[in-house]
């Protein structure tokens, strides 16, 4: 794709989104959206201008609990969260759009290690230090510790150390660092950059590579759900492969666009939170 066409576009559509737009449309963004990109922002918010008819404003925090916070305060109207901070919050909150990347609304969570290290599975990693991405982050953490769980483990107790990164992006860079021996990922964000960040991502290795969950979704409160604003967003983001600019956008994002998705893609997600929460 041509990012230069994003930019190029950019003039025109914020033109139109601020002629059109009138009441705020807040949306939320985690590490989850690839966000290093300051055009990418800006597209986004043009074309949500344009295609809503609401004035976009995005919100981004370090944290996933920062964002999901606000999002159950009701100071963001939706926002792209993790699949474990929503099955968390199942009771209040409803799904607005899952991506489909590759095709499918699934991802996995990967275990990658330094591309020179000589480990082949997770136990080949007791005792070394540890990358998580963030403490709500279902492929960053939650997956780890619940297969560590499975063994009769804990992270505290089998590795030597671990910290949180709070960002999948960061994660592989400690570990291309040597800052970790290991860590744990988002393969969507890993596979986007092996391809765009070749540098730093090939410094790294997929260890191991967990089943397939559901993409991290864009959720609303449920009370809120169909609100014209968080309706008008849910269109925006399932019509975006029939607009240019929004075509642009996916393809920053190496997504195939959105589709409304259902409460069971993150089952398994929630099976792993019910297990952990009777462990203890």
Known sequence: MSRRAVVTALPMVVLGGRAAAREPLRLGLTPVFLDSDLALLRALEAYLGRATGFAPELVKRRTYQEITALLLAGRLDAAWICGYPFVEHADRLALVA??????????????????DSGAERLEDLRGTTHAFSDPASNSGY???????????ERPETFFARSFFTFGHRNVIRAVAAGLADGGSVDGYVWEVMARREPAIAGATRVLEASEWFGFPPIAALAAQRRSPAVEALARALVAMPQDPLGREILAVLDLDGFVPGEPILYAGIAAMRERLRAEG
């Open 98 to 115: 899952v991506p489909l990347h590759r095709g499918s609304p699934l991802y996995r969570s990967y275990l990658i290690v330094p591309a």
């Open 142 to 152: 939650l997956v780890t510790r619940h297969r560590l769980l499975l063994d009769g």
